[in-house]
């Protein structure tokens, strides 16, 4: 049953769920539908999705199945998380 759902919604076994997609959304870069002008930027629950999924298979970026988004939007996207998360580590140990 649980199964059907996640078809039904798009979603792989691996993503995020509602809860935890709730805790995240609000720590991440500002929101597509928020954005100002320009190219309009992939969401960002499924490139978290991308990187979850990249982590966890452990496959090259360019394998990133493209439901997930551009794989190079992705592998960008998560390196600028790393870079963040060590600033943000740098600063505490100060």
């Known amino acids: 049953m649980i199964q059907g759902f996640l078809l039904e919604?798009?979603?792989s076994r691996g993503d995020?769920?509602?809860a935890d997609w709730r805790v995240l959304k609000g720590?991440?870069?500002i929101d597509a539908a928020?954005?100002?002008r320009g190219r309009r930027p992939e969401g960002n629950r499924s490139i978290i999705n991308g990187i979850l999924w990249r982590l966890r298979c452990g496959t090259p970026w360019r394998d990133v199945p493209p439901k997930y988004g551009n794989?190079?939007?992705i592998y960008r996207r998560f390196r600028g998380i790393v870079t963040l998360t060590w600033l943000a580590i740098f600063e505490r140990s100060r």
Do not use: I
């Open 9 to 11: 919604a798009g979603l």
């Open 27 to 29: 720590l991440l870069p």
């Open 71 to 73: 794989w190079n939007t």
């Open 16 to 18: 995020l769920s509602e």
């Open 34 to 36: 928020n954005r100002g």
